[in-house]
């Protein structure tokens, strides 16, 4: 029979103590909760050492490693050069590195030695060179406002939601039972239909939420249409001065800003295209998305029922906290050098 699990120094030197203070094995057993056979040990060796300080642990043989350090930094360099590379492609990059080593102890290596995670890439738009310029520029001129600037500003958007079945969460079955049975099941639809919302919030609450018929999208004759509608509503409901939205076309058309111009509506002119990750409303979305998890949205009317519900319930510190937040986006852009931030 092998040998058991190593003591710890601590639990070395508490069995020695108590040696030195009388204690018999059973004693020490039953304060230290260790079993009574490792008790004995260590004190058979304790008293054949002679001394008090107590017995050094004597390393346990096993068979040599088949990574060096050297091995480990020709790894860490390459992942960090090709942080997609596989396992097996490490192994056929480097034959005689590593033609003795298996692919699972290249993995093993990679997670417990140099701590790299195996991970999905996160999703980030795509940025230009033009784009990361002018997102850094934007950051730079913005940075300067005081929070009390930042409380007036209405942050707008536009989310899409689809109809599902899918409730989430999982299902528990008795062993046996038939996984395809209905009550186990979720359904799905093979063309979902989807309803496009429109939505705007600021440090002093939200606006009402538009949603647009069933798979209808936003072009500039609608969102024109849009904005004269429910525009001053929400800039009363919310307490905001100044307009946010974000780059897409049918946001900056001559339409929009014509209109923008003659009504006299203040809005931040140079917002960055392709900036999800510096308007803090995409929080709010995504919130919304996960809220709508075990909730029945099988059809539109259950869809919109459950996102108004959502909407209208949105706790005021979480707007407040979103909107004096932007600060700390911007700077993060600027450390990252217009490149795409984690939010």
């Known amino acids: 029979m092998g040998r058991g699990k190593e003591l710890t120094k601590e639990q070395i030197a508490a069995i020695s103590s108590l040696i030195l203070v009388g204690k018999d094995n059973k004693e020490i057993s039953a304060i230290t909760g260790l079993a009574l056979r490792s008790v004995q040990r260590w004190t058979k060796k304790f008293k054949d050492a002679g001394e008090s300080d107590p017995p050094l642990q004597k390393k346990r043989t096993g068979k040599a490693r088949l990574t060096s350090q050297r091995t480990l930094k020709v790894l860490q360099r390459q992942v960090d050069l090709e942080p997609r590379i596989s396992a097996k492609e490490l192994r056929d990059k480097n034959p005689r590195l590593l033609q003795d080593v298996s692919v699972c102890t290249i993995q093993q290596c990679l997670r417990d030695d140099l701590c790299f995670q195996y991970r999905a890439p996160r999703r980030k738009p795509i940025l230009t060179t033009l784009q990361k310029k002018k ?7 913005y940075f300067a406002w005081e929070p009390e600037k930042w409380k007036k500003v209405l942050w707008s958007d536009e989310a899409t939601f689809t109809v599902t079945g899918n409730r989430g969460g999982k299902v528990r079955l008795r062993a046996g039972s038939d996984p395809y049975h209905p009550k186990y099941t979720e359904g799905t639809v093979k063309h979902p239909d989807s309803v496009m919302v429109w939505g705007a ?9 538009v949603v647009l018929p069933k798979n209808l999208t936003v072009n500039k004759e609608r969102y024109l249409k849009l904005l004269a509608d429910h525009l001053e509503d929400c800039f009363i409901a919310c307490q905001s001065e100044i307009f946010q939205q974000n780059g897409v076309p049918a946001h900056t ?16 002119r140079d917002w960055p295209g392709n900036s ?14 996960r809220r709508l998890r075990g909730r029945d949205t099988s059809t539109v009317p259950k869809l919109v029922a459950q996102l108004q519900d959502i909407w209208a319930n949105l706790d005021p510190s979480l707007l407040q906290n979103l909107a004096l937040s932007v600060p700390k986006l911007f700077q993060s852009c600027r450390k990252k ?6 939010y």
């Not at 919030?201 to 939420?209: D, K, N, P, Q, R």
């Open 337 to 342: 050098k217009g490149y795409p931030t984690k």
């Open 276 to 289: 999800p990750d510096l308007s803090p409303i995409e929080n709010i979305w995504a919130l919304m998305k």
């Open 253 to 268: 058309a001559k339409l929009v800003s014509s209109w923008f111009e003659w009504v006299g509506v203040d809005y931040i």
């Open 135 to 141: 997102r850094l520029l934007f950051c730079k001129k």
């Open 201 to 209: 919030f600021g440090y002093h609450g939200t606006g009402e939420l």
